[in-house]
């Protein structure tokens, strides 16, 4: 006997069917607005070592008499027997919150390890690394030669959406050529140069715009008037403060801020000023995260990635440098004591919060995680393939997604 199926359970049947691929449909469009519309920041801290950010001041350095002038004064400041006490002083809202809202890679004393793959270990081959997802061998220097690579910064200013909607603003006065400025046309502020008063804005809080604008001017005549130690480098207040001023200003989908003062307090062998750096560096995310969540545009839809550029030695004779034994051979060889380079300045340590951020707390890397993975992981929190991008691209830093952390 055969069964007889009514016509109208199959006409239900059709329309729920109907339905599930309109809900479907639906939600993939959603998703796809939704990841469209998403922005990112990125903060990098120039050799700034993990051994810092995962343990607070080093007990072999606090008071050491030739790195530190008052040490009774550090120790008041930043020292506790505790090492998680120690990191909470020293940077509190890295440790207390983005760690804990978000994720954190590099506390290898806890199996959380992450290096650099390029053979040089110092800035420029890693600041390429960081921004392109790969090594190139021939940036043996830290020369002003253009970057003959292409960021995904460069990358992402011709795609859809992102024209125009990406600044940079760098400490270091080498950075446009790292980003190759003249071919890739960035808005990109470094060193110490002036910043334009923009033309064209889309500011939060209209009613304030008069203030930033003068603030920029205020900002602009100081930076000229205090010296800085280095000739190459400004203070990272300038830095962080035209940042600052451009995101309320401009509100751009990809705002970059590379933060130098920690890498040459250290080479200048001043652990306290590198110390007082780190503690101010951790007071500027506060106030950044702070800022993105008062602002509509930036509010629950803002990733923000924060890494390093390379390490430095873990010794008293070693820790203001960073370098590998073939930078020392052939182009860093004032340390040519140290045949084998500057050991462990290939460790680095990576942290991120935003909405697309999956793991919470410290991850623990079933393999080394590498600088190189930084590039695919940024671009696939705004939505894109990293493929599209390039082809060989890596996978994205464990942990940071739902994706990574299958």
């Known amino acids: 006997m055969k069964t007889v199926i009514p016509k109208n359970f199959i006409l239900l049947v059709l329309v729920w069917c109907f339905i599930c691929v309109v809900n479907l449909s639906s939600a993939s469009a959603a998703t796809q607005e939704e990841s469209s519309k998403r922005h990112l920041v990125i903060v990098t801290i120039d050799g700034l070592r993990w051994q810092e950010v995962f343990q607070g001041a080093d007990a072999k350095l606090i008071e050491h008499p030739d790195f530190v002038q008052n040490p009774e004064a550090l120790k008041m400041r930043f020292w506790d027997k505790s090492a998680e006490a120690r990191q909470q002083k020293l940077m509190p809202f890295l440790s207390g919150v983005i760690a804990k809202k978000g994720m954190i890679i590099g506390d290898r004393n806890a199996g959380s390890n992450m290096s650099i793959e390029n053979k040089q270990h110092f800035s420029y081959p890693g600041y390429n690394e960081i921004f392109t997802g790969k090594v190139d061998p021939s940036l043996t220097s830290n020369a002003k030669v253009s970057n003959k690579n292409i960021t995904f910064l460069e990358w992402l200013n011709k795609q859809k959406g992102f024209t125009n909607q990406v600044a940079v603003f760098s400490g270091w006065d080498v950075f446009p050529m790292i980003y190759n400025r003249e071919r890739s046309r960035l808005f990109i502020n470094a060193g110490f140069e002036a910043m334009p008063i923009p033309t064209t804005l889309n500011p939060a809080e209209p009613e304030r715009t008069e203030d930033r604008l003068k603030r920029i001017d205020v900002l602009n005549t100081l930076q000229s008037e205090i010296p800085s130690p280095w000739s190459t480098v400004r203070h990272d207040a300038f830095t962080y403060g035209f940042a600052k001023t451009y995101l309320q200003l401009k509100q751009p989908r990809v705002l970059v801020i590379n933060l130098g003062e920690t890498d040459d307090f250290a080479h200048n062998g001043k652990y306290d000023a590198y110390l007082d750096s780190a503690r101010r560096t951790d007071d500027y995310l506060r106030d950044l995260w702070t800022t993105l969540q008062k602002m509509p545009e930036y509010k629950n839809n803002t990733n923000l990635l924060i890494i390093t550029d390379h390490g430095r030695g873990a010794n008293p004779d070693d820790w ?52 190189s993975q930084f590039a695919p992981s940024a671009l696939k929190l705004l939505g894109f393939d990293p493929h599209d991008y390039d082809s060989s691209a890596k996978k994205s830093i464990q942990g940071l997604t739902d994706e990574t952390n299958k």
Do not use: C, N
């Open 320 to 371: 203001q440098h960073h370098a590998s034994a073939s930078a020392v051979r052939d182009y860093m060889t004032s340390l040519s004591t140290f045949e084998e380079g500057i050991v462990g300045s290939e460790h680095i340590w990576f942290a991120a919060i935003g909405p697309d951020v999956h793991s919470k707390g410290l991850v623990k890397t079933k393999v080394e995680q590498t600088q």
